[in-house]
């Protein structure tokens, strides 16, 4: 039930209960003698820096998508329209397809703006069980759950300062997920035909740095902050319950939000990897530098915490009320990265990460102790 009886959207390769091919696709140009071409298959589909669409790289498995994409490009400017099949579950389980998860996605870039390129996006995921069922015989088992994002990002270079600036909204309905994570007591179960729950929710991010290319050693420097919204007891328990907490979609979320990967299910209501609704913050300062020829230290820090207190968990029987109960922090984490570029098919990577928790945060994931380390040695032969 709901893993799909192939692979979903949601899950890396290496845990298809298929065949566990990676990507498997073909192009048509110009398909139907249309200025675009067609790329059907089980792909990948990358956006924007991996903000709200990635491959997650970084995972032994990676992440594809069963997806039909159309592409056009003319001079500075390309659109991608695509329906991904995100999830089909099983036949027997689901002979209604209300389970079943789809993807419908809109994405507009134009290169020579500001000294860099824009980019708008508008995702529609349509998570099954919509609108809710007037009985729980279809073995819905989430309830409705609808995710429309629309936002935009511009990243470029000017006056010698790298930058980036992005921001997202997300609206819909969000019943299902609210009922999964028992938040609060307005929750809408399959065919329960209660209130529906609104889903209001937006991130914002932005960097700026500097490289010194010219310099010995040359030295860079780049400071970001990213906010993701999050839901508190007082937007679930009124007469208009709302849930607020920023979904990543398929984001590569290693590649923000700290290599430890402590926080990759922002948005999906749970606190085993996520912040059990409660929306991040990310202020992080990050350096390198190239001691010498083909060597490159990397050294980035950051600083977590909560969009909404600790105290104002809308998780029901989490029993966050420890020590932490006032405070939105959630702790730090230094990551220190040594790459040696062996030769022109070998990169070899050396490294280390710790993360300093808060009481804030072994209350919300239910652990002790003070800190976590972490250490590898990787080689990425080509």
């Not at 050693?217 to 709302?242: A, I």
């Amino acid at each position: 039930g709901n893993g799909g009886s192939g692979n979903a959207s949601g899950t890396n390769s290496d845990a298809d209960a298929s065949v566990g091919v990676h990507q498997a696709y073909f192009t048509l140009k110009n398909f139907a003698n249309l200025p675009m071409d067609a790329k059907i298959g089980r792909q990948q589909v990358v956006l924007d820096g991996h903000r709200l669409f990635g491959h997650t790289g970084w995972a032994q498995g990676a992440q594809t998508h069963d997806a039909v994409r159309l592409t056009h490009a003319h001079d500075n400017m390309s659109l991608v329209l695509a329906y991904i099949l995100a999830q089909e579950d099983g036949r027997a389980q689901d002979p209604n397809d209300v389970n079943d998860s789809e993807v419908y996605l809109a994405h507009f870039n134009y290169k020579g703006i500001l000294g860099g390129q824009f980019s708008a996006i508008y995702a529609y995921l349509d998570n099954g069980c919509s609108p809710v069922a007037a009985s729980a015989t279809n073995s819905c088992s989430n309830g409705n759950n609808e995710t429309h994002t629309i936002g935009g990002r511009q990243a470029g270079q000017l006056f010698g300062i790298d930058y980036r600036g992005e921001i997202y909204y997300q609206f819909g309905e969000a019943d299902g997920v609210a009922n999964v994570a028992g938040l609060g007591a307005t929750g809408v179960a399959a065919g329960a035909g209660t209130p529906s729950v609104d889903r209001s929710a937006y991130m914002f991010g932005v960097r700026v740095g500097k490289a010194f290319n010219n310099v010995n050693m040359k030295p860079g420097l780049t400071v970001w902050y990213d906010y993701l919204s999050g839901t508190s007891d007082d937007d679930l328990n009124g007469t208009n319950p709302s849930y607020n907490s920023f979904n990543t979609l398929f984001d590569t979320g290693h590649k923000f939000y700290g290599l430890q990967d402590l926080f990759l299910g922002v948005g999906s209501g749970n606190s085993t990897n996520g912040t059990a609704g409660l929306g991040l913050q990310d202020l992080a300062v990050k350096a390198k530098l190239s001691p010498m020829p083909g060597w490159t230290v990397k050294a980035d820090y950051h600083w977590f915490s909560t969009a909404e207190g600790v105290q104002g968990s809308p998780t029901a029987g989490m029993n966050i009320n420890g020590d932490g109960s006032q405070d939105s922090s959630l702790g730090n984490e230094l990551d220190i990265t040594l790459v040696n570029k062996y030769n022109a098919n070998t990169k070899i990577m050396i490294g280390f990460s710790n993360y300093t928790t808060t009481a804030a945060f072994r209350d919300l994931r239910g652990v002790v102790g003070d800190s976590a380390n972490w250490a590898y040695l990787q080689f990425d032969v080509q």
